[in-house]
């Protein structure tokens, strides 16, 4: 059974930073997955953030964060995580892990219904 749990959301001001975390099982080998971010504020569709590819040795971002928030991954304890800096209340939203399978950085940035997700952490940024 596949599981992608978020921790590490919460409320911060605009300029402070937070750091998500994604803790996989069942994604066998997890070597084997592109992993991303996504993020959704009320009444919106969910949006891409970040992906990294399954080596880590691609990342890609959305516009609106590049050079704010830097993904990373862990493939021996099966993790990823989202470091945000200089929060704005823009970026105020729940943020949705996802997984698949032999999927590149940028692919990662399209919804796909063969993504695994998780059940989101949420952010809110003070201005």
């Known amino acids: 059974q596949v599981q992608l749990v978020e921790s590490g959301g919460g409320l911060v001001q605009a300029g402070g930073s937070l750091r998500l975390s994604c803790t996989t099982s069942?994604?066998?080998?997890?070597?084997?997955?592109?992993m991303g971010w996504f993020h959704q504020a009320p009444g919106k569709e969910r949006e891409f953030v970040a992906a990294?590819?399954?080596?880590?040795?691609?990342?890609y971002y959305a516009d609106s964060v590049q050079g704010r928030f830097t993904i990373s991954r862990d493939n021996a304890k099966n993790t990823v995580s989202l470091q945000m800096h200089s929060l704005k209340p823009e970026d105020t939203a729940g943020y949705y892990c996802?997984?698949?399978?032999?999927?590149?950085?940028?692919?990662?940035?399209?919804?796909?219904?063969?993504?695994?997700w998780g059940q989101g952490t949420q952010v809110t940024v003070s201005s």
């Open positions: 996802a997984a698949r399978i032999w999927t590149s950085a940028q692919a990662m940035a399209v919804k796909s219904p063969h993504n695994y």
């Open positions: 069942g994604l066998v080998p997890f070597s084997s997955y592109g």
């Open positions: 990294i590819s399954s080596t880590g040795g691609t990342t």
